[in-house]
């Protein structure tokens, strides 16, 4: 029997027909405009969202493509032709570049961190775990946020959270769908894992399911009028949903930016930017297939980078090289929002968490790739001592090489958490088939440090520096915790394998991966202390003066570890942000659903 994930047969269409977004030709686009947004990821959605509602002319440049339901891979060939992978670890026998730099999945491997992001129009939305989580109220209490947004957080988690749950409808997995074998396997971990870390039995504040930007309810058109499809529970989310059930921001913010008037440009990689008089230059190359990738440009009045924690800070780095005034601090406070990931491995039970392929029985499906959680912030315990594990559901097309990683650090790294087994419990357990089934992987977002710094190379490459990121204390900590929940339910309990596992080993190096790459354009009081103030408006050098129109409005301003998924509150900043710059640009804001213009 072929495994599902090697067929190239038939990829799943969907329910309802999706209309392009873009622009057929970055050659349409114009040589002036009122705003311009770098990025399409949560930050650049809304800001584009916004822009155009004001009346602004607005035009979005995007390096990834555009790809809408029914176009995601489905397949391994499919997912290797849209995975980017960029090594730059100082090792010239493994160090180099494959794919191309519009592909869907970006995997940028250094030295200490290793980065997991989306690229293409709707940015990390396309591939992401669909979370939206509140962090802990005592992250905003942290003096690396400015004053006056401490001061403002009453708005902060009122009006701009309301905002962005309107367009974004967080839900949790309904009581009406059928149940999920991998939450019940999470529930059981629970008692443990909560006993352990918190002495409590009661785990009805601890486990739960968390809201999640998916769609569950069949519609032919949304609130911003896009037709979505119900989430049949395929698991694939992280490989980007070909229903048309996820809620990314393909379904809400960019519609909303475009039936508002903004133009979108996909296949454009945004260089560098600068002054021009009163207005910016914005340096562009273009990915379009034939192109030569000669450098152009167009100039606006305002300025947004929304390119994500390495993009943004990337682009800015650049643009200080060729002469824009920036403060020392750009790059600092990188943050890996303390991600990693275990696994119990061949459990007493199933847990049937890996995707489904195309034609599935949707009466046992696996869910979305987070349908439950375990939320171990504790208010009587310190801030950096918590932390949440979540479970999750690789796409069905990783499934081979998923059980080959498995197999493999089962031997190497895993470590039995039933020892007192007989031999022959033992052997017959190992002869058992699918033991991915009975394989539960563990998703947790902690407190890290924020003491990475973000860099170019001498090629202009962007490198992550956070030596002995591995070593802080909240990874031993998460670690532990994990080693619990896989003894709870009888599995062998297998470390992060860049941290403590086959990788790790063969480098000896204990290093992170992240898909929640935070910080490098910190906010701060000033240019001493920060890269842009409170409204994301960047700063001109190390002084207190910042350019009015050149703001950053994503994860790169996020000047700390969130400890949880941290799209909800990347959010609420961005939708201040756009508030604030509102009032101070004079424009009004509506928020209102219904006709468009």
């Not at 491997?109 to 005592?138: E, F, K, M, W, Y």
């Not at 949790?172 to 039995?201: C, H, N, W």
């Not at 890996?354 to 912030?377: A, H, M, N, Q, T």
Request: hydrophobic fraction near 35%.
């Amino acid at each position: 029997k072929i495994c599902p994930c090697l067929s190239s047969g038939e990829t799943q269409h969907p329910k309802y027909t999706y209309s392009r977004l873009s622009k057929p030709t970055p050659t349409d686009i114009k040589a002036k405009y009122n705003v311009v947004v770098i990025g399409s990821g949560y930050g650049g959605s809304i800001a584009a969202s916004r822009a155009a509602r004001a009346g602004m002319s607005v035009c979005v440049l995007e390096r990834g493509k555009e790809l809408q339901p029914g176009e995601y891979p489905d397949d391994i060939h499919q997912a290797a032709r849209e995975t980017q992978v960029e090594i730059n670890t100082g090792d010239s026998i493994v160090d180099g570049k494959l794919g191309q730099p519009t592909d869907l999945v970006e995997v940028i491997v250094n030295h200490d961190v290793t980065v997991v992001q989306g690229c293409g129009l709707g940015g990390g939305s396309l591939i992401n775990a669909n979370v939206g989580l509140d962090c802990d109220p005592r992250v905003f209490d942290d003096e690396a946020w400015p004053k006056a947004f401490r001061d403002d957080l009453e708005a902060v988690n009122g009006v701009d959270r309301d905002h962005a749950y309107q367009m974004l409808k967080p839900t949790p997995y309904p009581k009406r769908f059928p149940s999920l074998t991998k939450m019940g396997q999470l529930k059981k971990a629970a008692k443990a894992v909560a006993k352990d870390v918190l002495d409590i039995e009661d785990i009805s504040k601890v486990f739960y399911q968390p809201p999640l930007y998916v769609n569950f309810k069949d519609t032919k058109s949304n609130h911003v009028g896009v037709p979505q499809e119900a989430c049949v529970g395929c698991g694939n989310c992280c490989s980007g949903c070909n229903y048309g059930a996820k809620n990314t921001l393909i379904m809400n913010y960019l519609p909303d930016a475009k039936s508002h008037g903004a133009e979108m440009f996909t296949r454009v990689e945004v260089k560098t930017i600068g002054r021009d008089n009163e207005e910016w230059r914005v340096a562009y190359v273009t990915h379009a297939e034939g192109d030569s990738e000669e450098e152009r440009s167009l100039r606006a009045d305002i300025v947004i980078l929304g390119a994500g924690a390495l993009g943004s800070t990337k682009i800015l780095l650049n643009s200080r090289n060729r002469g824009l005034q920036m403060s020392d601090q750009l790059g600092e406070r990188f943050s890996t929002n303390g991600d990693t990931i275990s696994f119990s491995y061949d459990g007493k039970d199933p847990v049937e968490s890996v995707g489904l392929p195309p034609g599935f029985d949707e009466r046992k499906p696996v869910g979305p790739c987070i349908s439950s959680i375990i939320d171990l912030r504790s208010p009587e315990k310190d801030l950096r001592q918590g932390y949440v594990i979540e479970d999750s559901s690789p796409p069905h097309m990783t499934e081979m090489g998923y059980c080959i990683l498995m197999a493999l650090e089962s031997h190497v790294s895993g470590i039995d958490t039933f020892p007192d087994k007989s031999l022959w419990e033992d052997m017959m357990r190992s002869l058992r088939p699918d033991n991915i089934s009975r394989t539960l992987g563990m998703l947790t977002m902690s407190q890290d440090k924020a003491q990475g710094k973000l860099g170019l190379d001498h090629q202009g490459k962007i490198v992550m520096h956070y030596p002995n990121i591995g070593e802080e204390k909240n990874f031993e900590l998460v670690n532990k915790g994990h080693m619990v929940a896989a003894g709870s339910l009888e599995g062998t309990f297998i470390p992060n394998p860049v941290w403590g596992g086959l990788f790790a080993k063969s480098r000896d190096v204990k290093s992170v991966i992240t898909v929640h790459p935070l910080g490098g354009c910190p906010m701060g009081e000033s240019g001493a202390t920060g890269v842009v103030n409170h409204k994301g408006q960047v700063f001109q050098g190390n002084t207190d003066e910042v350019y009015d129109t050149l703001y950053v409005m994503d994860g790169a301003i996020i000047p700390r570890s969130l400890g949880v998924n941290p799209t909800l509150t990347i959010c609420m900043v961005a939708e201040r942000c756009m508030r604030l710059m509102a009032d101070d640009c004079g424009w009004t804001l509506n928020y209102k659903f219904g006709k468009k213009r």
